[in-house]
């Protein structure tokens, strides 16, 4: 699996030196969505770097930031279309296993209203440098949360969170290191968190089927 991984890294870096940094921003920025184990900082701060040897400025950093949160957003419609179908199938014929029907999970993404306060905190969740995109990503699938509201809040929360790494690109590659090591270790942890918290849907979501059945 290292090895694999060391062979993307070493393609993306290829693929970085012979493409138009706005191409590669875009590109990789959907790869990064939907291949999950690429860490978040390595396309963008990639990108960043390019702008500054380029001689570009915040007009390129704004530019790069965006096309690479089009081309997440794409990614994650992608990993949200995926959960969608998975919910469909695993529920249907597993869901009696763990006390779960379809009904209830899909009432938890009717809660969501689609109002600016449901996009600002999926905007939010998405902005965040350390949390994972892809669980967000599946979980709205899973419980089928309005398409509108899902693609405008990973819109606008992506292009923060890619305007974030690429800044931190163009400023040096010292940041880059430094943020790099840290940024491993912290996602690691929230990765664990985010097992955690399904675990904890999962019970919430029995609790709530069972109440569904005794009415």
Not at 137 to 155: D, E, P, Q, R
């Amino acid at each position: 699996m290292t090895t694999l991984m060391e062979d993307l890294y070493a393609y993306l870096e290829s693929f970085a030196a012979i493409v138009p940094v706005e191409i590669y921003a875009f590109l990789g920025g959907m790869i990064e969505e939907i291949i999950t184990p690429i860490p978040s900082p390595i396309i963008m701060t990639t990108a960043g770097g390019i702008v500054e040897l380029q001689g570009g400025g915040w007009l390129n950093i704004i530019i790069i930031s965006l096309l690479a949160a089009v081309g997440k957003t794409i990614g994650a419609i992608v990993l949200y279309v995926l959960a969608d179908k998975m919910e469909d199938y695993f529920v249907v014929r597993w869901g009696k296993y763990f006390g779960i029907d379809q009904h209830t999970i899909e009432d938890l993404g009717k809660r969501f209203k689609g109002g600016w306060r449901d996009i600002g905190v999926l905007a939010m969740l998405r902005a965040i440098p350390v949390i994972p995109g892809a669980p967000v990503a599946l979980a709205s699938g899973a419980i089928k949360l309005n398409m509108n509201t899902y693609i405008i809040s990973t819109v606008i929360g992506t292009f923060f969170r890619s305007l974030f790494f690429a800044y931190i690109g163009f400023v040096g590659a010292e940041s880059y290191a430094n943020l790099m090591g840290n940024l491993d270790s912290i996602e690691s942890i929230v990765n664990i968190i985010v097992i955690i918290l399904i675990l904890a849907s999962i019970w919430y979501i029995r609790r709530l089927s069972e109440k569904r059945a005794a009415a």
